[in-house]
């Protein structure tokens, strides 16, 4: 089968430090800004590059979201802020409760990962771009928000690199027809700067006819154990869904949970109050394991709408919803997506051709992320590698494991999804260092492609060597592929101890009724298996 590569938007990979001086602000915003429009800087990594797929990708979160009947009309949207792949959809979980709502502004805070500044910055250019359009700034709002405080001017360092703001911007986009912006990134979060800005946002809002939508830019708990972490988020998740932003103020100070926008998040709430809000509805947690399979370094996603009494004044409130329900505190792994791209076919296994085309692919993927170049794609398919498949993908140096990241479950098709993992397994892996260019002539690559997951109802139906397993219950999940158990020599019963280690759990866990076990297949192939190293 003969590869064909096209360029595809350009890779930018972001610096590993999160702060950096603010005096390099006016050097990189003369990269990313131009007349007046803020450039995407995350459009190819975070999230895809080119509009179509952009589109489409977000779609497809909005579109798994299930409906929820809401409190009244939505005041404030809180959404998390990573790579897609990990967050897009829990954050399209909220998005997608906008429905047919109109706003006419939406004021989005954010954190400041980059830059370290007093008080907060509010955007002094024009636009707001990202692969699918400009977004116009609402300079006569953003004006207002300036005029609460010395605080709050603009921080060209601020917004030339931030992602926190950036990948909320698309979603946006997709859901709302026509809108202005306010971005705001804030570079301090005390208590005394959370309620000045808040402040500052309600009297603005409160002084334009303009319908307004806040939203607020978190994640939480940062490279944490699953266990740990659902522990540290179940604290924030309770301050949101008592909206009780004091509360999440003083937890986040004195160490109790971790919230890289706590800063933004409360503001929003103390916001929202002020103009009216009185419930927030959490929408959906999740962690990057729940995508990746790898419990033991995790991050952790949530998203909420608050709410205010409906009006009655646009037509928009809780009459508007679908009926459906959502358990807050249920985490799952991802829904599945429409493949596109033409045919596709139940997954019946690859032959020697598609192998070597995947491995192919994936090392080019690996090989132009790692040195900031444009992403291969790959035109030519066949409807195997078109079927949406879960798939890993495994670096390995000299017989050690350099960086193994995957989808559980099926939500793109079989070559997007080793793409994808190809360049976090290179980059994003939390257990190493990104993957230097160095390092590629000594890379071996293992791709496994996961069969459907299939509910164990006796332990028997397991067998070493053949099934991989996910073991999920008390907030916790865990995955080992196939090969884990063989390799090691270990019985069932050790196989599924290890899985419940894997989870957090203690071992025999799994012979208890409240934990769910699921069997899955993988067929792996390597470079080194067949003959390509």
């Known amino acids: 089968m ?15 430090s999160c702060l950096s001086a603010c005096a390099r602000g006016n050097e990189e915003t003369m990269n990313t800004e131009r007349d007046g429009v803020r450039r995407p800087v995350v459009a ?23 409906p929820l009947e809401l409190p009244g009309e939505i005041a404030a949207v809180i959404a998390p802020h990573a790579g897609y792949v990990y967050s897009g959809g829990v954050a399209g979980a909220a998005y997608a409760q906008l429905g047919e709502r109109s706003f006419d502004t939406v004021v989005v805070v954010a954190p400041s990962h980059r830059a370290a500044f007093r008080g907060a910055s509010i955007y002094g250019g024009d636009g707001y771009e990202t692969p699918l359009g400009t977004v116009p700034v609402n300079e006569e709002l953003a004006d207002a928000i300036r005029s609460g405080g010395d605080a709050f001017g603009y921080q060209p ?82 301050r949101v869904a008592a909206f009780d932003p004091e509360g999440l103020l003083a937890d986040l100070a004195a160490g109790r949970c971790e919230a890289c926008g706590g800063g933004p998040t409360a503001v929003v709430m103390m916001a929202a109050r002020h103009l009216g809000a009185d ?30 009494p409906t009006s009655g004044a646009d037509g928009a409130g809780a009459d508007d919803a679908t009926a459906g329900e959502t358990n807050a505190e249920e985490v799952t792994s991802a829904s599945s997506a429409d493949a596109g791209g033409g045919e596709t076919a139940p997954y019946e296994g690859l032959t020697r051709d598609e192998r070597l085309t995947l491995l192919a692919f994936a090392r080019a993927t690996v090989e132009s992320a790692v040195r ?37 479950v099926a939500v793109k098709p079989l070559h997007e999804t080793v793409s994808e993992m190809a360049v976090q397994a290179a980059l ?19 791709i496994s492609v996961l069969s459907p997951l299939v509910t164990v109802g006796d332990v028997s139906e397991i067998e070493v060597g053949r099934d991989g397993l996910v073991i999920r219950g008390r907030g916790a999940s865990g995955l080992l592929l196939p090969q884990v158990a063989s390799e090691r020599g270990w019985s069932r019963e050790l196989f599924l101890d290890q899985t419940c280690v894997k989870a957090g759990l203690a071992p025999g866990t799994w012979r208890e009724a409240d934990i769910t076990i699921q069997r899955f297949s993988a067929e792996v192939f390597s470079e080194k298996e067949l003959g390509l190293r």
């Open 2 to 16: 003969r590869l064909r590569y096209t360029s595809a938007a350009a890779a930018i990979i972001l610096a590993a």
């Open 44 to 66: 190819g990594t975070f999230y895809p590059g080119s509009a179509a797929e952009l589109g489409a990708e977000v779609d497809g979160y909005l579109g798994a979201a299930e």
């Open 157 to 238: 360092g601020a917004h030339s690199a931030e992602h926190s703001l950036e990948v909320q911007v698309p979603f946006l986009q997709r859901v709302l027809k026509e809108f202005t912006i306010v971005p705001i990134v804030m570079g301090e979060q005390s208590e005394p700067a959370v309620r000045a800005l808040a402040g500052a946002i309600a009297r603005a809002v409160e002084g334009t006819s303009s319908r307004v939508l806040l939203v607020a830019s978190t994640d939480l708990s940062h490279y944490h154990d699953q266990q740990s972490a659902n522990a540290l988020d179940q604290i924030i998740i309770d």
């Open 279 to 308: 419930r927030s509805t959490v929408v959906r947690y999740a962690t990057s394991g729940d995508v990746s399979g790898d419990m033991s370094k995790v991050v952790g996603y949530l998203s909420a709408i608050l709410t205010r």
């Open 372 to 408: 900031g170049e444009a992403l291969p794609r790959l035109e030519e398919t066949t409807p195997a590698l078109r079927t949406p498949c879960g798939g890993f993908v495994t670096l390995d140096k000299h017989g050690s494991l350099r960086g193994c990241i995957g989808y559980v």
């Open 428 to 446: 994003h892996d939390p257990r190493f260092p990104a993957v230097s260019a160095e390092e590629l002539p000594d890379l071996e690559i293992e």
